[in-house]
Nanobody, 111 residues
Framework: QVHLVESGGGLVQAGGSLRLSCAASGTILTIPIMSWYRQAPGKQRELVAAMHSSGLTNYADSVKGRFTISRDNAKNTVYLQMNSLKPEDTAVYYC?????WGQGTQVTVSS
């Protein structure tokens, strides 16, 4: 079971970009799916993007065309590139492997 640490969150204006990183304490080569979730205040945690080890990706409809998930197996790191950010993207973003969650990183988008 790997330990996950997210980074890269912050405050950005609407229309801006951020790149989140999720560093794993061990290899992610054997982890079939790595995912990003988010949770806004008063709302349930929701899937944002997922990436299979084969390279297949899946995105929430609300972020398609704006967010891109990628993984660097050599660095044991998963990324979430977020472009054209909107105030409704404001949330705590979490990285998830099969059995582990990171501690989350706050993303705030101002209008």
């Amino acid at each position: 079971q790997v330990h996950l640490v997210e980074s890269g969150g912050g405050l950005v204006q609407a229309g801006g970009s951020l790149r989140l990183s999720c560093a794993a304490s061990g290899t992610i080569l054997t982890i079939p799916i790595m995912s990003w979730y988010r949770q806004a205040p008063g709302k349930q945690r929701e899937l944002v993007a997922a990436m299979h080890s084969s390279g297949l990706t899946n995105y929430a409809d609300s972020v398609k065309g704006r967010f891109t998930i990628s993984r660097d197996n050599a660095k044991n790191t998963v990324y979430l590139q977020m472009n054209s950010l909107k105030p409704e993207d404001t949330a705590v973003y979490y990285c998830k492997s099969v059995a582990s969650w990171g501690q989350g990183t706050q993303v705030t988008v101002s209008s």
